[in-house]
């Protein structure tokens, strides 16, 4: 069956701008993660949803940061007034129960890469 | 929240030989430690996974352990191919918590 999907896969916005970034879940899978990964480094947690609503924001790293979910499906991920050092590699995995309900696995996208001019 | 430090960062082994990746964690109550594997370009892949109830895991040519006394958990790659070059993760759940945290990741070589 198909697995995340993201889009776009590469993002190249100057700074400033604002951007969006979308991932589509595996069908049925009720959890939906981002996570951000910087060069070189591991997997930085953003936000969590479950269904609609997103019990843990504690990873977004600004206020210019922002998601949404919507159908308990798609999600989009909002950086606003875009900066240097939010160039990474964005990552939405889903789950079908959340990880605090009997430890489904993790399944990722292949991540949308942004750079930031 | 929990910590997971991974160990080494970078790991050349020659074709055929084992690999050893080593990680940490913090808080004793995780009791969910995947493995992932990461290839040029795409998202991590769920490799295995071990629960706090077992001590060791295996499928195929990979297996995991682990030792809740020390806190910590282990990757073993036998009989390496050239194929298994990527980066690998490690990770834990932590008490109560939605999320994953991650180790930094190890980039394999395997040298044929």
């Known amino acids: 069956g198909a697995g995340v999907s993201q889009s776009p896969s590469n993002k190249v916005t100057e700074k400033g701008k604002d951007v969006e970034l979308r991932c589509d879940p595996i069908s049925g899978h009720t959890a939906l993660y981002w996570y951000r990964q910087s060069l070189g480094q591991g997997l930085e947690f953003l936000i969590y949803f479950q269904g609609n609503s997103a019990p843990d924001k504690s990873g977004l790293p600004s206020d210019r940061f922002s998601a949404e979910r919507t159908g308990g499906s798609v999600s989009t991920l909002t950086i606003q007034r875009t900066q240097q050092e939010d160039s990474a590699v964005y990552l939405c995995a889903s789950s079908l129960l959340g990880q605090f309900f009997g430890d489904s696995p993790l399944h990722f996208g292949n991540g949308t890469r942004l750079t930031v001019t | 929240g929990e910590n997971v430090e991974q160990h080494p960062s970078t790991l050349s082994v020659q074709e055929g030989d084992s690999a050893v990746i080593k990680c940490t964690y913090s808080?004793?109550?995780?009791?969910?430690f995947p493995w992932y594997k990461q290839e040029l370009g795409k998202g991590p892949q769920l490799i295995i996974d071990i629960r706090s109830n077992v001590g060791e895991k295996k499928d195929q040519r990979i297996a995991v352990t682990l030792n809740k006394t020390a806190k910590h958990f282990s990757l073993h790659i036998t009989e390496t191919q050239p194929e298994d070059s990527a980066v690998y993760f490690c990770?834990?759940?932590?008490?109560?918590?939605?999320?994953?945290?991650f180790g930094k990741g190890t980039k394999l070589s395997v040298i044929p």
């Open positions: 808080d004793s109550a995780s009791n969910y």
């Open positions: 990770a834990g759940n932590g008490a109560g918590s939605y999320q994953l945290t």
